[in-house]
């Protein structure tokens, strides 16, 4: 149980592009969903936190204009990486809670991959 | 706010020896304490976590882990390593009383050598 499915895992695309991923909890409800950032080699930065319905809360520093976070559905949040450039390369992680408070679990998607040429 | 420490950025271990990676950690506030293992282009899978009562805790594939509130302290440890349990392990903390946010250490390399 409690599997989140991170979508594309792998994409390459050209400098000035937009690019969705998609963040889907296969089987429960997540209340809220947190986006991560992986550079090579270090550990993941929270980006930002979205709970469904309402509009994402960002981290300090990070550009609420360039990372575009939707969570439409308690089963599915996407995170928009808009004008992307080379800089924009990295490893985006999802994760989902059901909720619970700060007990609450958090369940990881496999991460996507973003290349910028 | 809080951040994690953990000491060592790399640890080689030779198959069946023990293993202790560390893990210490600020806070002013009380949290919660968690391992999480990445393996390569994967995202990151629950090992085991503190939230409360008994501070040596069991998770999965015979880690355990020790929470030593004087010292600030989570470290995991595993009595016999096995080649899979090569990957990333990361530590993390989050507020007792906060809205689940990870603040994560800067991770360990664990290798195991046959």
């Known amino acids: 149980g409690a599997v989140v499915s991170q979508h594309p895992s792998w994409v390459i695309c050209k400098s000035g592009t937009s690019v969705k991923i998609e963040c889907r909890s296969l089987d429960f409800q997540a209340t809220t969903m947190f986006w991560y950032r992986q550079f090579p080699k270090q550990s993941l930065m929270l980006m930002a936190t979205?709970?469904?319905?309402?509009?994402?809360?960002?981290e300090q520093g990070v550009e609420k204009d360039k990372f575009l976070i939707n969570h439409a559905s308690l089963t599915l949040s996407t995170l928009t990486v808009t004008s992307a450039h080379p800089e924009d390369s990295s490893f985006y992680i999802c994760?989902?809670?059901?909720?619970?408070?700060?007990?609450?679990?958090?369940?990881f998607g496999d991460g996507t991959r973003l290349s910028i040429l | 706010a809080q951040s994690v420490t953990q000491l060592d950025s790399q640890v080689p271990v030779f198959e069946e020896a023990p293993v202790e990676l560390r893990c210490n950690y600020s806070s002013s506030v009380s949290v919660y304490l968690f391992w999480y293992v990445q393996y390569p282009n994967q995202g990151l899978q629950l090992l085991l976590k503190?939230?409360?009562?008994?501070?040596l805790v069991k998770g999965i594939n015979g880690f355990e882990a020790e929470f030593n509130k004087s010292q600030t302290s989570f470290h995991l440890r595993k009595p016999s390593v096995h080649i899979s349990d090569t990957a990333e392990y990361f530590c993390a903390v989050s507020e007792t009383g906060g809205a689940q946010k990870l603040v994560f250490g800067q991770g360990t390399r664990l290798t195991i050598n046959p």
């Open positions: 503190y939230l409360s009562g008994s501070t």
């Open positions: 979205s709970n469904e319905g309402s509009k994402a809360t960002y």
């Open positions: 994760s989902a809670s059901p909720g619970q408070g700060p007990r609450g679990p958090q369940h």
